[in-house]
């Protein structure tokens, strides 16, 4: 079949991100030169205020900082547990991030966070925290640098991608590199091996498997460890920057051959990152085909499941409406005027299969993976069992704004949440993998 979409001829293919939807060359380029390159502020679900509360909600703008590291110090600033410091979600670690987070502590102990590069500012108490997924969406102000591109054609093309992007009501919403791990893209293929049983293969993938383009004291370290069977040697080696690495193999050295349990070690987001990264990357390439065999994005066919939005624009996942011959010209003037979205399986132990053609694309896909519900039952790792959902096949933009800055461009715009930007300025840069 003749695709209406533009080929990837990059490493994204490798996580399933096979297609663009303009056809346009891209202008090159990276992003993330300096953390100041990319900047993104929570559009937030704030918890309303109350004198007495248990929780204190504050804004944390961060310079640099992985998510789960961030709370790790934090809570031993506070000398609270992690469970007691709530998120929405995880943020890009280079980068300028704000974004509201619970901390289960008294006020006055706020004053105890001496952390470089980050900033607590508007603390106030509240009777709930903060979990994953409270928030509505994300601000970017994201620095394109380094331009292949002649800079003469650079408007030209910033001009044809957003006009693309607004015609379709939005863009490819592929889960980006930063699921997958820009620098080392593993962790589905370790969330693959959990949910296949081999939770031996899946510890060694996460700690031993090197990438180019990581530091070489860590590649190195990588390389030790798939070649020794006494990890103690090795463990006294390797660096600081493989924190949960080093926390798996101290627990393997200490309970040899105990798997489950060196994950059980990880922060519970995590683990549960493993397993939806696989599912993101059937989700992807569930999406290419679909684009392979140039159906629409921003239009339903007969079978197709549809999810209306809330009036804050939020998916009701709850609510999800198959695509008939009866109800398809109501289906599909709900979905051009953006109140609604084609969605796409996220596969899991509960999920629905679609039907019609897009239904033979998500079973021809999870046939060939030889997978099926059950195995999204982890026993002993209950965070790394899911029961799936859907995810819309376009994400839509807000905002959206470009200029001309010295060495680049800079774009300016707004996504719904659990949407990547990253796939956005794919769009316009068309850049190899790392490059993002």
């Given amino acids: 079949m003749n695709s209406r979409y533009r080929a990837c001829r990059t490493a994204e293919k490798d996580v399933g991100m096979s297609f663009y939807l303009s056809d346009i060359d891209g202008t090159g380029g990276r992003l993330k030169k300096e953390p100041e390159d990319f900047i993104v502020k929570e559009i937030s679900d704030r918890p309303g205020p109350a004198a007495g509360g248990r929780f204190v909600i504050a804004e944390v703008t961060t310079r640099n900082w992985e998510t789960n590291r961030l709370v790790r110090l934090l809570s031993r600033n506070l000398g609270i547990s992690r469970e ?8 890009d670690k280079r980068a300028i991030t704000t974004q509201l987070m619970s901390f289960e502590c008294p006020m006055d102990s706020m004053q105890k966070i001496t952390l470089d590069d980050v900033e607590i500012t508007d603390p106030y108490t509240a009777k709930r925290s903060i979990k994953i997924g409270d928030l509505i969406g994300n601000l970017f102000v994201i620095k394109v640098k380094e ?8 408007p030209d093309t910033l001009r044809y991608v957003s006009s693309a992007v607004k015609d379709a009501g939005g863009f490819p919403n592929y889960f980006g590199v930063q699921r997958f791990g820009a620098v080392r893209p593993i962790t589905h293929k370790v ?9 031996e293969g899946a510890v060694r993938c996460y700690v031993s498997d090197p990438s180019l383009f990581e530091r070489e004291d860590a590649a190195d370290a990588r390389r030790s460890l798939s070649k020794e069977e006494d990890w103690s040697s090795v463990l006294k080696k390797m660096p600081d920057s493989l924190s949960y690495e ?6 393997i050295v200490s309970s040899p051959d105990d798997w489950k349990g060196a994950i ?12 939806h990264a696989y599912q ?3 989700f992807n390439r569930m999406l290419s085909e679909r684009m392979r065999r140039g159906l629409p994005l921003n239009r339903p066919i007969a079978g197709d499941i549809v999810i209306p939005l809330d009036p804050n624009r939020i998916p009701l996942h709850e609510n999800p409406v198959t695509t008939t011959p009866n109800n398809i010209d109501l289906v599909a003037r709900q979905v051009g005027s953006g109140r609604a ?3 796409i399986s996220l596969f899991g132990s509960e999920s629905r299969i679609a039907e019609g053609e897009m239904g033979e694309i998500e079973r021809s896909i999870v046939e060939e993976e030889r997978i099926s519900q059950r195995d999204f039952i982890v026993p002993g790792l209950p965070h790394c069992s899911s029961k799936g959902s859907r995810r819309e096949v376009l994400c839509p933009v807000a905002d959206l704004s470009h200029r001309i800055i010295e060495g680049g461009y800079e774009l300016s715009f707004s996504l719904p949440k659990g949407n990547y930007a990253t796939c956005l300025l794919r769009e316009y840069m068309k850049s190899e993998m790392d490059r993002y």
Avoid: W
Wanted: contains cysteine.
């Fill in 84 to 91: 007691k410091i709530g998120f929405a979600g995880t943020k």
């Fill in 341 to 343: 979205f084609v969605a």
């Fill in 147 to 154: 331009c292949e591109a002649p800079e003469s054609g650079i």
């Fill in 264 to 275: 059980e070690k990880l922060p519970k987001n995590l683990q549960m990152m493993f397993v």
């Fill in 191 to 199: 969330g693959e091996l959990i949910i296949r049983g081999d939770l």
């Fill in 280 to 282: 993101s990357y059937l």
């Fill in 246 to 251: 080093k926390i798996m193999v101290e627990h």
